[in-house]
């Protein structure tokens, strides 16, 4: 059973600042990994999709990589702002695709202006 | 294009009752989500469909938690009877292929 951990659980740094979301996870044999964030009574968006066969994606100030063999996944986040605060949340999708999303706990974020 | 559609946003009920919550998916999307969200963990899989057929249910309580997505579109998922430790957020999200997930803003649910 595909166990997903993330660390920090929470993370205050001050506006500017580059940041790193750490994610592991104990079964290598991934389809996708996906990073999403959580706005306080909202639902989840997708940030970035990283593929099995890939690994890094990078959006704008993101950037996710992937490293299957040791099971992690880091979320960089360059010059932080304070919109950037949230929960975001690590999730993979494993069984060739057809057993859905496994989330971790998530890493709560507060960007201080 | 219009996202996945929840209602209601809140629901409060006492324990024993039951409740009831609607999804509505992006149009196209065959594959549709219920999750649950405990306070301070991530999303917990209860029931996935793929068009109106049930792909897993593995985690879901089934002596009081049912779903069914009748014509392979909207879903509809039901507490009965509801307990305290159901107090959640119940997402709904949809899904083309194998591409990202889509999510809905959820339905808050307090037992009391």
């Known amino acids: 059973k595909q166990e997903v951990t993330q660390i920090p659980a929470a993370l205050s740094v001050p506006e500017g600042e580059n940041l790193v979301l750490n994610c592991s996870f104990t079964?290598?044999?991934?389809?996708?990994l996906q990073w999403f964030r959580q706005d306080p009574g909202k639902g989840l968006t997708s940030l970035l999709l990283i593929q099995s066969s890939q690994r890094e994606q990078t959006s704008g100030r993101l950037n996710a990589s992937l490293d299957k063999s040791s099971g992690r996944s880091t979320l960089y986040i360059a010059a932080s702002q304070p919109g950037d605060s949230a929960t975001y949340l690590c999730a993979l999708l494993s069984g060739g695709g057809a057993d859905g999303l496994t989330f971790g706990k998530g890493t709560h974020l507060i960007i201080q202006p | 294009e219009a996202g996945v559609a929840q209602s209601p946003r809140y629901k409060i009920i006492e324990k024993r009752q039951s409740v009831a919550f609607w999804c509505n998916p992006i149009s196209g999307h065959a594959t549709l989500y219920w999750y649950q969200q405990i306070l301070g963990q991530g999303p917990k899989l209860l029931i996935q469909?793929?068009?109106?057929?049930?792909?897993?249910d593995s985690q879901l309580p089934k002596d009081r938690f049912s779903a069914e997505r009748l014509k392979g579109v909207d879903s509809t998922l039901k507490i009965q009877p509801a307990k305290l430790e159901d107090s959640a957020v119940y997402l709904c999200a949809s899904q083309r292929g194998i591409d990202t997930l889509h999510f809905g803003n959820g339905t808050r649910l307090t037992v009391t």
């Open positions: 079964d290598s044999a991934i389809y996708n």
């Open positions: 469909f793929q068009n109106n057929g049930v792909v897993d």
